[in-house]
């Protein structure tokens, strides 16, 4: 069956760097679409990133420049790299399989002031 796992978040400093990551299995990865979504507080789920099968990658705004989300196919693994944390960018990060019922479990990322 489908799986998607990502890694453990962290709390951090504001200013300071975090790499996510989530492997998924029982799919072909290299054809799928990859995305990170958070849910702050009382807020909607939002796309963050998103990267193609093809290395295409689209950002929100309010983490361009900041935030890099990348993938290796072979080890079936996409990736969220996320520098100059700010406290809004606070919230359960997801992974999912564009197109899909997919969604990895969430992962919290606290950023302190």
């Known amino acids: 069956q489908v799986q998607v796992a990502e890694s453990e978040g962290d709390l951090v400093q504001a200013g300071g760097s975090l790499r996510l990551s989530c492997a998924a299995s029982?799919?072909?990865?290299?054809?799928?679409?990859m995305g990170w979504y958070r849910q702050a507080p009382g807020k909607q789920r939002e796309l963050v990133a998103e990267?193609?099968?093809?290395?295409?990658?689209t950002y929100t705004n309010s983490v361009k420049g900041r935030f890099t989300i990348s993938r290796d196919n072979a080890e079936s693994t996409v990736y969220l790299q996320m520098n100059t944390l700010k406290p809004e960018d606070t919230g359960v990060y997801y992974c999912?399989?564009?197109?899909?019922?997919?969604w990895g479990q969430g992962t919290q990322v606290t950023v302190s002031s």
């Open positions: 999912k399989i564009k197109n899909t019922p997919y």
């Open positions: 029982g799919i072909i990865f290299s054809a799928n679409t």
């Open positions: 990267i193609t099968s093809s290395g295409r990658t």
